[in-house]
Each structure stands twice: as structure tokens, then as C-alpha cells.
């Protein structure tokens, strides 16, 4: 059994943001993580929010945003590069599980942002299929070095962005979703120091000023 999140695109992205907070603050409450919660979950998942991150393991989805079972549904690849399957994935959280909100999360230090900067300025190439990685990176790469930037956080605002963009490019379905007022998503930049998830873009909800 699933039904659609009963959250509002808004208040999803409230709600996660929200479990950050708690986890920067060092006051988690790790909410639904109980044998109680295990049990009600057991016929069917209805997560409020599809996590679309980097594999890297010192960003743990339920960890960093606060959330238990149920909550997230996850998609992770090393520099979130998106393939079919990726693709397929995020369609099912959004038109299958209803969820409202999809977050891109991409972080400093990101060992496929590095390598591909690498890549492209020293040519040093990847083997077998990390290069389809490094391959799926270098157009932010490209893109961050025309721009003129420098800075490690500007390349991987870039490949925030872009990855952003390219879901509501090649998916349907999000971005009918997006655009009948459904469906929300965010980029973000998680800090690895201080745990901050820092807000890159954010499309389709109502407080789209709040994007940078
Ligand atoms: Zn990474």
C-alpha cells in the first residue's frame, strides 16, 4: 500500500531543512526510528521527500537531515550523475510514492568533482567505468572554469545546478509535476565540517525567492 506525502512541496522542504538544523545544532531527535514505526511502515512507504545525493559515505541521508524509516526515499552515485536508472528512480519516488519534494545534494570535497577538475586540467584520465563518472562531471567542470571560478564550493554549486537542470530536462514527469504545482526541487551544498545544507536552488515552491 502507498499513498501520496501529505506534505506540501513548501512544507516538505521545511521539514527537511528543519531535521538539518537539528543535526547542525547537535539536538537530533531522530524521529521515526522506533519498533513502532518499523511496524506501521511494513505494508507501504510514503516518504515526503526523494534524496538524490552523492554516494560519499560522510553524508548519510537519514543522519544529516534528521529523518528515520520511511521518510527518504534515496537515490545515491558518486557526484550525482544521472543515468536511466537514476532517472527511473527518481520517477518512481515522485510519481509512485507521490513524493513532493526532490533534493539534489552535493557537497565540498567531492572526490568526482576533484577528479574530474583533474581530468580536465591535467589530463589525467579515470579507468573502466569511473570514467563514465568523470565524463558526466566535466560540463560543470567546463562550465565553472569559463565562468572564470576557482573555488572547489563554485564547482560544486555548479554540478548542483546542472544536475538540477538536467532532471527537469530529460524527466517528463517531474517537470509536469513541477509545473502543476506538485512538485519541488531543491539543490543543495552539504558542508562537511559543520553539517550546514546550504541552499543552491530551489524551483517550483512558493518561496523561490529564497534561492540563491
Ligand atoms: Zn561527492
Given at each position: 500500500m502507498t499513498r501520496p506525502s501529505e506534505l506540501s512541496p513548501d512544507e516538505a522542504f521545511a521539514t527537511l531543512m528543519a531535521g538539518n538544523r537539528?543535526?547542525?545544532?547537535?539536538?537530533?531527535?531522530?524521529?521515526n526510528q522506533d519498533a513502532v514505526r518499523r511496524a506501521d511502515l511494513a505494508p507501504g512507504q510514503a516518504p515526503f521527500a526523494v534524496l538524490f545525493g552523492c554516494s560519499d559515505?560522510?553524508?548519510?541521508?537519514?543522519?544529516?537531515f534528521d529523518r528515520g524509516l520511511g521518510d527518504l526515499f534515496v537515490v545515491r552515485t558518486a557526484g550525482h550523475v544521472i543515468g536511466p536508472e537514476v532517472l527511473g528512480s527518481i520517477e518512481y519516488g515522485v510519481s509512485v510514492l507521490g513524493c513532493p519534494l526532490v533534493v539534489v545534494l552535493g557537497h565540498d570535497s567531492c572526490g568526482a568533482v576533484a577528479a574530474a577538475r583533474q581530468a580536465v586540467e591535467e589530463g589525467i584520465p579515470a579507468q573502466g567505468y569511473v570514467r563514465d563518472v568523470i565524463e558526466k562531471v566535466t560540463p560543470s567542470v567546463l562550465a565553472a572554469r569559463a565562468a572564470g571560478h576557482t573555488e572547489d564550493r563554485?564547482?560544486?554549486?555548479?554540478?548542483?545546478?546542472?544536475?538540477?537542470?538536467?532532471?527537469?530536462?530529460?524527466?517528463?514527469?517531474?517537470?509536469?509535476?513541477?509545473?502543476?504545482?506538485?512538485?519541488?526541487?531543491?539543490g543543495l551544498a552539504y558542508r562537511l565540517t559543520d553539517g550546514i545544507a546550504d541552499?543552491?536552488?530551489?524551483?517550483?515552491?512558493?518561496?523561490?525567492?529564497?534561492?540563491?
Open positions: 537539528r543535526f547542525v545544532d547537535g539536538t537530533p531527535e531522530h524521529p559515505s560522510r553524508l548519510a541521508a537519514e543522519i544529516v563554485d564547482f560544486i554549486a555548479e554540478q548542483i545546478r546542472h544536475t538540477v537542470h538536467l532532471l527537469l530536462e530529460r524527466s517528463n514527469i517531474l517537470s509536469e509535476a513541477m509545473a502543476e504545482g506538485d512538485l519541488a526541487i531543491a541552499l543552491i536552488t530551489l524551483n517550483g515552491a512558493d518561496h523561490v525567492g529564497a534561492a540563491a
